[in-house]
């Protein structure tokens, strides 16, 4: 694919607002209005974007996912996530997924060589956050931030104390471990008793923890998690994640087939790099690459999930075959997972 159409879905999917939620096969659907979550994610693909091609038209849109941010958050700091069309949030709080997920956006953010002035408003975003994180009870919202918190630790900021993150960190990696020890039962050794979406964030955020903190039953915990993930997803030889349709619970003789959804594959790809920068072996690598291959038709349907005509991505694989919207999970999806296996030293934080 030429550059020029390479992502050009995201432009299409980009208003003066921020990035519209859905599209009706690839023309943005208004109707759906947009989500925090989205523009957060939007806000990383657009950095790395700009930090590999350095080009200024990812810095305009990485302008506008932050405005979005801005206006996103409420005054307990915390974040709403569904807006309408007509720039009006239909909730005062998001969800702690949306939070975490905001999170790791702006501690992303602080990575970047980018000027003073757009750090200067991640910032301030996450001391208005910082509070909320402990009250935090979602699994998923705790790994997000726990991801977010690890960034924020590692960047050249100063305005925080290092030790209190730190302190965060060990504080929210023992929630972690304590839910699988919880769950981890025989051969299922899981955080929960069912596995649902965006599975490999967890593994994940305990790699990025164990990198701060050195806690060996940390570590013990994500790769065995992380394996275990490997046996579901990885049990045809290519990459195929859990449908969520009717997910994999403990005791089913397998997981759900289908739908197949691009963020899954995006995720996975960023915990096996992670996995790579801590334990130096191929096999990670090999396998975050079979997660971008599943874009380019390496799946249970031997289809690519990129519209060559957009340049944006499909939302997924079916029963029936692919799934032809293309929505800003999907295109985001996509670009972060191209950026991650493609240009790993210049985005990988």
């Not at 159409?5 to 209005?33: A, E, V």
């Not at 975050?288 to 690519?304: A, D, H, I, R, T």
């Amino acid at each position: 694919m030429k550059l020029a159409t390479k992502f050009q879905h995201l432009f299409n999917l980009t208003d003066d607002t921020g990035i519209l939620q859905h599209s009706l096969y690839s023309i943005p659907d208004l109707t759906k209005g947009y989500t925090t979550d989205d523009n957060s994610r939007a806000l990383i693909a657009a950095s790395m974007l700009y930090e590999v091609y350095k080009d200024e038209k990812y810095l305009d849109l990485l302008k506008r996912y932050l405005s979005f941010l801005i206006y996103a958050q409420n005054g307990k700091g915390y974040f709403r996530n569904f807006m309408n069309y007509n720039r009006e949030f239909i909730e005062e709080v998001g969800s702690e997924d949306c939070f975490g997920r905001t999170l790791w956006a702006l501690g992303y953010l602080l990575n970047t060589n980018l000027s003073n002035g757009y750090q200067s408003v991640a910032v301030t975003l996450i001391k208005k956050a910082l509070p909320n994180v402990a009250n935090l009870n979602s699994l998923r919202g705790n790994a997000y931030s726990l991801i977010g918190l690890s960034l924020l630790y590692s960047s050249d900021v100063t305005e925080f104390n290092k030790e209190k993150i730190k302190n965060l960190i060990t504080s929210i990696s023992k929630k972690i471990v304590q839910k699988y020890r919880e769950n981890k039962d025989g051969e299922w050794k899981w955080f929960e008793n069912i596995m649902t979406y965006s599975n490999a964030v967890l593994p994940w955020a305990l790699l990025r923890s164990y990198i701060i903190t050195k806690d060996e039953e940390v570590l013990d915990v994500a790769k065995e998690s992380m394996e275990f993930l490997e046996k579901v997803t990885f049990r045809s030889g290519y990459f195929k994640p859990i449908g969520c349709k009717d997910w994999y619970k403990k005791g089913d003789e397998k997981p759900a087939e289908f739908d197949e959804q691009p963020v899954e594959a995006c995720e996975t790809a960023l915990m096996y790099t992670e996995a790579y920068k801590i334990f130096q072996e191929e096999k990670y690598k090999e396998k975050s690459l079979k997660c971008y291959n599943w874009f380019l038709g390496e799946n249970s349907k031997n289809v690519p999930l990129i519209d060559e005509e957009t340049g944006g991505c499909y939302d997924g694989i079916t029963k029936e075959g692919v799934n032809l919207n293309e929505g800003a999970e999907s295109m985001i999806s996509l670009i972060i997972t191209d950026m991650v296996v493609n240009h790993t030293e210049t985005v990988f934080k």
